[in-house]
T-cell receptor
Framework: RKEVEQDPGPFNVPEGATVAFNCTYSNSASQSFFWYRQDCRKEPKLLMSVYSSGNEDGRFTAQLNRASQYISLLIRDSKLSDSATYLCVVNENNNDMRFGAGTRLTVKP | NAGVTQTPKFQVLKTGQSMTLQCAQDMNHNSMYWYRQDPGMGLRLIYYSASEGTTDKGEVPNGYNVSRLNKREFSLRLESAAPSQTSVYFC????????????FGAGTRLSVL
């Protein structure tokens, strides 16, 4: 079983749609959680950290459910520029970051 | 502001050849990392250096060696390249501890024939 599992997609949505991605992790002792964005043939870049209380950054909302070991990312009012692969990342201990394989999103006009 | 710089960007090797991937960061970060990314898989940690003078194995260290030359630089060496090492390699750095947010270089695309 992979440590971090994501639906690979692809998710194809029209501009303006709301889309949600899910991620599950296997290590209950994991300490911190993130969503990274990776554009085609580019490096991953931090989108947002994920906190137990849930957090929002503009059109993006992240949620963490420690009991279910589940992380989600909600994107509202999708833009063409949101097209990318979204990586769920779990910090199992200070230097052991585990990456999901990513969920690919394409936003179409 | 350069952030994390990797060289080279592309490399083609023959089986058995050796090479070193270079990485430098200008953010005064304590920790540095080397990952590989293969299609359909998440990034996998090869080696990391929590601080200058220390290195530790990650999830997939076999076939690789690393050197933390100083606080800024962390190199990855393939002593005898194999086709299974064809991948995209990313270097990252972080302040370490706490949230451990990592910042990535642009990657090195390596093909081993």
């Amino acid at each position: 079983r992979k440590e971090v599992e994501q639906d690979p997609g692809p998710f194809n949505v029209p501009e303006g749609a709301t889309v949600a991605f899910n991620c599950t992790y296997s290590n209950s002792a994991s300490q911190s959680f993130f969503w990274y964005r990776q554009d085609c043939r580019k490096e991953p870049k931090l989108l947002m950290s994920v906190y137990s209380s849930g957090n929002e950054d503009g059109r993006f909302t992240a949620q963490l459910n420690r009991a279910s070991q589940y992380i989600s990312l909600l994107i509202r009012d999708s833009k063409l520029s949101d097209s990318a692969t979204y990586l769920c990342v779990v910090n199992e201990n200070n230097n052991d970051m585990r990456f999901g394989a990513g969920t690919r999103l394409t936003v179409k006009p | 502001n350069a952030g994390v710089t990797q060289t080279p960007k592309f490399q083609v090797l023959k089986t058995g050849q050796s090479m070193t991937l270079q990485c430098a960061q200008d953010m005064n970060h304590n920790s540095m990392y080397w990952y590989r990314q293969d299609p359909g898989m998440g990034l996998r940690l090869i080696y990391y250096s929590a601080s200058e003078g220390t290195t530790d194995k990650g999830e997939v260290p076999n076939g690789y060696n690393v050197s933390r030359l100083n606080k800024r630089e962390f190199s990855l060496r393939l002593e005898s390249a194999a086709p299974s090492q064809t991948s995209v390699y990313f270097c990252a750095s972080s302040e370490g501890g706490g949230e451990n947010i990592q910042y990535f270089g642009a990657g090195t695309r390596l093909s081993v024939l």
